[in-house]
């Protein structure tokens, strides 16, 4: 292969990669407060036509970017109503929850479906991006990939450095114990889940108007299940998500390049689409195996209701 080629793959991976990151990573802060939310997938489709809606209305992808992650953020409060206050299984309502993202952005955007939108132009960084090989594919890409990277070490520092990521370790650890020492334990919850939401949200406005600028039914896709099962496979740290993240990016545009390339394969086509889902059970199996590292560090209270009367 090429430079071009091998560059083209690795910004396309790059990419593929960006919205798991950033929706893992929202999932990742929310479980380290202690609760489980499943309904990415929902809080990403409907992320995904806000973000779509309001960019067809106003022209502005930063605009419809903060539609979608509003959107996100008001999924989210309602799952955090259902299980912080009134004390519903997380499992259940998690799941309510995307099921019901993914049936009303279907519902709303078939008005949507024949309409696209330009493409956003991406950002070059001048000499940077001159760079042989690597510098196209780090230096010239859509402003929420460099915001993935940022918000990785935004995440690292908050949760290993910073006194209120300690106070959300404690909570997500020991609820209890947080609240005998003066913790308000569900709004600090309440926090970890509205930030979850918006990170889906953007998530799935980063699909509508930076990956493919339209608005289709199903284009989700199931990212949102895999960037559940990428905190899993990161253990609960931001560092392994990236890795973990353009794993998974990569698995997902190889199919795309293979068919593109002409390769003829004795295997149906069908079965390379399959493969990032594939891919996440393989890895969750893998993992699965060595559960002492997965409880070493799994919030403790991950799932657990908490009530501060009780």
Do not use: C
Not at 90 to 98: F, P
Not at 133 to 151: E, K
Not at 244 to 251: H, I
């Amino acid at each position: 292969m090429d430079a071009t080629l091998i560059a083209s793959i690795l910004g396309a991976t790059l990419v593929a990669g960006t919205p798991l990151i950033i929706v893992a990573l929202g999932e990742l802060v929310t479980e380290r407060s202690g609760v489980l939310n499943l309904g990415a997938e929902g809080m990403m489709a409907m992320g995904a036509l806000t973000a779509f809606i309001v960019n067809q209305a106003t022209g502005s992808a930063p605009l419809a970017v903060a539609a979608g992650m509003s959107a996100g953020v008001a999924m989210s409060l309602v799952f955090g109503y259902l299980t912080l206050t009134m004390l519903a299984n997380q499992v259940a309502a998690g799941l309510a929850l995307s099921i019901f993202g993914i049936g009303l952005s279907a519902f709303i955007g078939k008005a949507y479906e024949s309409a696209a939108m330009p493409m956003v132009t991406p950002i070059r960084i001048p000499l940077l991006a001159d760079i042989p090989l690597l510098g196209p594919v780090l230096f010239n890409q859509q402003s929420l990939v460099y915001f993935s990277w940022a918000l990785v070490a935004a995440v690292a520092w908050f949760l290993y450095r910073s006194r209120a990521g300690l106070v959300l370790r404690a909570v997500g650890e020991s609820p209890s114990s947080a609240h005998a020492v003066g913790y308000a334990v569900i709004p600090i919850r309440y926090v970890a889940v509205a930030f979850g939401g918006a990170m889906a949200g953007i998530g799935g406005a980063f699909l509508s108007v930076y990956y493919t600028p339209l608005w289709s039914q199903g284009m989700v896709a199931g990212r949102g299940w895999i960037a559940l099962a990428l905190v899993v496979f990161a253990t609960w740290r931001p560092i392994r998500v990236v890795l973990g993240a353009y794993l998974f990016g990569g698995v997902m545009i190889s199919q795309l390049f293979v068919q593109g390339l002409g390769l003829k394969l004795e295997v149906p086509a069908q079965f390379l689409s399959a493969l990032p889902y594939v891919a996440t059970i393989v890895v969750l199996v893998l993992i699965s195996r060595n559960a002492a590292s997965v409880r070493l560090h799994s919030p403790v209270s991950l799932g657990v209701p908490f009530r501060a009367d009780a």
